[in-house]
């Protein structure tokens, strides 16, 4: 039996390498494993990612047309930013489907994207020791995605995407350089951080790939100085102008935006140096504290080890996730008053790490180990997630009953509780649900993106100072360490709740302190919506709506 397992192996093993590529890295491998990464999208009508219902949101603002009752409470401005690619793709796609369809396509083909463009990548330059692939694709569903940013997942998608096409025609460098040429300003568009990656990885390629052509040992001190008497500098530098020239796109598409946007409302940038630290813990943070904590160290052990087991990296292979991973450190934190800005890279350095690390070199039975448990582990996580989303469905589901309640066009000053890492490893991802009620009764909610010269969105409603825009909706738990914020009593302490129709408490809890002025016509488990009745009138009840 043993000789046979053994002859099967061995058969296998030459299979795959006559074939030249691994079989989940075939064109069919790769669309099959891009369809299982999004099945569990087909699960839900809102994706369950934080930031989605507030694009979703946006877009309803964008599509209102005359006469809508959006119209009175927003209004919106299409400005050269480098941050619309969800807002454009929503918008072409709500034109034909709708805009709640239009969020469900724009998530699927932006993780879509994502997922193929990393494999693809893994396919141009390790097609046959990708065996890590599958470890790759665990962060698929890290924190960006689970985030919702929606923009950045575009353009990071596209990145990988082109990236991987550049390296397949480099054989005919003028349908390279046209490629290039379109795809950078495309995906800058989509997000500033992620389409900049584009040039980031044509760059470290083709330097990775230069220094790859040095003899063997030109590293070590007796032999540098031969090596650079030896080496043919200009052969070298016309191979980095052919392949590099086309990053010429970005520096250009960074000035037009330099030139054409509107000053930014915040531009003071900062470092948070415990941030960078918390999220090399926290980027795969998903349901469960023991299986995202295993899934991470496995991760990062395989990185950081895998060439105990034979794994190399080719200086073409590894440079360009070495590179993202040094922009990880050394890019602010917070930039013109996007958030969040540094810790979105640290899944693609994972992503470039493990997928570009060569097994060829290795043994066939720990090459085959390491791919079957990245699969196993892979699909145990997609699985968890899966079922996730439809817990997620099933709660978005009960707290959206509430605008049954909204008479259409109306005001709602929304709380909602924000989740925090003390009392829950898992995020219930309702921060910005809320934003949907502009979708589903076309309705003013103080949960929208506003940031003068990064978003689109124009509030003409402001009924206080603090309460017009994100993050006016947040409330914290007593129960977290940042009890020293705001609670649901001292938001609604100050609250203009005289100027709006209604007030929306997403998983508060009931206030402590009841205010004579709201009348409760909804609750669900913490989550309660009051309508605001004027003082003066006791007698007063709400309309059967």
Same mark, same amino acid.
């Given at each position: 039996?043993?000789?046979r $397992?053994?002859?099967l192996?061995?058969?296998?093993?030459?299979?795959w390498?006559?074939? +030249?590529?691994?079989?989940?890295? %075939?064109?069919?491998?790769?669309l099959?494993?891009?369809?299982?990464?999004?099945?569990?999208?087909?699960?839900?009508?809102?994706?369950?990612?934080?930031?989605?219902? +507030?694009?979703? +949101? *946006?877009?309803?603002i964008?599509?209102a047309?005359?006469?809508?009752?959006?119209?009175?409470?927003?209004? !919106?401005?299409?400005?050269?930013?480098?941050n619309?690619?969800?807002?454009?793709?929503?918008k072409?796609l709500?034109?034909? @489907?709708?805009?709640?369809?239009?969020?469900?396509?724009?998530?699927?083909?932006?993780?879509?994207?994502?997922?193929?463009?990393c494999?693809?990548?893994?396919?141009?330059l390790?097609?046959r020791?990708g065996?890590?692939? #599958?470890?790759?694709?665990m962060?698929?569903?890290s924190?960006?995605?689970?985030?919702?940013?929606?923009?950045?997942?575009?353009?990071?998608g596209?990145?990988?995407?082109?990236?991987a096409a550049?390296?397949?025609?480099?054989?005919?460098p003028?349908?390279?350089?046209?490629?290039?040429?379109?795809?950078q300003?495309?995906?800058?568009?989509?997000h #500033?951080?992620?389409?900049?990656?584009?040039?980031?990885?044509?760059?470290?390629?083709?330097?990775?790939?230069?220094i790859?052509?040095?003899p063997?040992?030109?590293?070590?001190?007796?032999?540098?100085?031969?090596?650079?008497?030896?080496q043919d500098?200009? #052969?070298? *530098?016309?191979?980095?102008?052919?392949l590099?020239w086309?990053l010429?796109?970005?520096?250009?598409?960074?000035l037009?935006w330099?030139?054409? %946007?509107?000053?930014p409302?915040?531009?003071?940038?900062?470092?948070?140096?415990?941030?960078? #630290?918390w999220?090399?813990?926290?980027?795969?943070?998903?349901?469960?504290?023991?299986?995202?904590?295993?899934?991470?160290?496995?991760?990062?052990? /395989?990185?950081l080890?895998?060439?105990?087991?034979?794994?190399?990296? %080719?200086?073409?292979?590894?440079?360009?996730?070495?590179?993202?991973?040094?922009?990880?450190?050394a890019?602010? %934190?917070?930039?013109?008053?996007?958030?969040?800005?540094?810790?979105?890279?640290?899944?693609?350095?994972?992503?470039?790490?493990?997928?570009?690390? $060569?097994?060829?070199?290795?043994?066939?039975?720990?090459?085959?180990?390491?791919?079957?448990?990245?699969?196993?582990?892979?699909?145990?996580?997609?699985?968890?997630?899966?079922?996730?989303?439809?817990?997620?469905?099933?709660?978005?589901?009960?707290?959206?009953?509430?605008?049954?309640?909204?008479?259409?066009g109306s005001?709602v000053?929304?709380?909602?509780?924000h989740?925090?890492?003390?009392e829950? !490893?898992?995020?219930?991802?309702? $921060?910005? /649900?809320?934003?949907?009620?502009?979708?589903?009764?076309?309705?003013?909610?103080n949960?929208n993106?506003?940031?003068?010269? /990064?978003?689109?969105?124009?509030?003409?409603?402001?009924?206080?100072?603090?309460?017009? *825009?994100d993050?006016?909706?947040f409330? !914290?738990?007593?129960?977290?360490?940042?009890?020293?914020?705001?609670?649901?009593?001292?938001?609604?302490?100050?609250?203009?709740?005289?100027?709006?129709?209604?007030?929306?408490?997403?998983?508060?809890?009931?206030?402590?302190?009841?205010?004579?002025?709201?009348?409760?016509?909804?609750?669900?488990?913490?989550?309660?919506?009051?309508?605001?009745?004027?003082?003066?009138?006791?007698?007063?009840?709400?309309r059967? @709506?």
């Open positions: 039996m043993q000789v $397992d053994k002859d192996w061995s058969g296998l093993k030459a299979a390498d006559r074939a +030249g590529a691994l079989p989940w890295l %075939s064109a069919p491998g790769i099959i494993t891009v369809l299982l990464v999004c099945l569990p999208f087909a699960l839900v009508e809102v994706p369950p990612l934080i930031d989605v219902p +507030g694009h979703m +949101g *946006a877009a309803a964008e599509a047309g005359p006469g809508s009752p959006l119209e009175k409470y927003f209004s !919106w401005k299409w400005v050269f930013t480098l619309i690619g969800g807002g454009v793709l929503m072409v709500g034109a034909q @489907f709708g805009i709640l369809a239009a969020g469900w396509w724009s998530t699927v083909l932006a993780t879509g994207l994502f997922a193929g463009g494999l693809a990548t893994i396919r141009m390790n097609p020791g065996h890590a692939a #599958a470890w790759a694709l962060f698929v569903f924190f960006p995605l689970l985030t919702g940013f929606l923009n950045y997942i575009l353009a990071t596209l990145s990988l995407t082109a990236f550049s390296v397949w025609l480099e054989d005919n003028k349908k390279r350089a046209a490629m290039l040429a379109v795809a300003p495309v995906a800058m568009l989509c #500033a951080i992620g389409g900049l990656l584009l040039a980031l990885m044509v760059g470290a390629n083709a330097v990775g790939r230069e790859d052509r040095l063997a040992g030109w590293w070590r001190p007796s032999q540098i100085g031969t090596t650079l008497r030896e500098w200009r #052969a070298t *530098a016309k191979r980095l102008w052919i590099c086309p010429l796109a970005t520096v250009l598409t960074m037009l330099k030139y054409l %946007s509107p000053e409302a915040h531009s003071m940038n900062r470092w948070r140096w415990d941030q960078k #630290a999220y090399l813990i926290l980027t795969l943070r998903d349901q469960s504290l023991l299986l995202d904590a295993a899934t991470t160290i496995s991760c990062f052990a /395989l990185i080890f895998g060439w105990l087991l034979g794994a190399r990296w %080719s200086w073409q292979q590894g440079l360009p996730g070495l590179l993202v991973f040094a922009l990880f450190l890019i602010p %934190s917070d930039i013109n008053g996007s958030a969040f800005v540094d810790v979105r890279l640290l899944p693609v350095a994972a992503m470039l790490a493990l997928g570009l690390q $060569d097994w060829s070199g290795a043994s066939f039975h720990r090459a085959r180990t390491i791919a079957i448990a990245g699969m196993l582990l892979l699909g145990t996580r997609l699985v968890v997630t899966a079922v996730s989303f439809s817990d997620y469905a099933e709660d978005y589901r009960k707290q959206l009953s509430a605008l049954h309640h909204v008479e259409p005001r000053l929304a709380f909602v509780e989740s925090c890492l003390e829950s !490893w898992r995020n219930t991802r309702r $921060d910005h /649900l809320a934003s949907l009620a502009s979708l589903y009764r076309q309705a003013w909610v949960d993106w506003a940031v003068p010269g /990064l978003h689109m969105v124009i509030p003409r409603f402001r009924p206080g100072r603090n309460f017009t *825009a993050p006016s909706e409330v !914290w738990s007593r129960g977290c360490r940042s009890g020293r914020l705001r609670n649901v009593d001292r938001a609604l302490k100050f609250a203009p709740i005289d100027r709006v129709d209604y007030v929306w408490l997403i998983d508060t809890g009931l206030p402590t302190r009841p205010d004579p002025r709201l009348q409760l016509v909804w609750q669900e488990g913490r989550s309660m919506l009051f309508a605001v009745r004027p003082l003066g009138f006791p007698n007063w009840k709400p059967d @709506f």
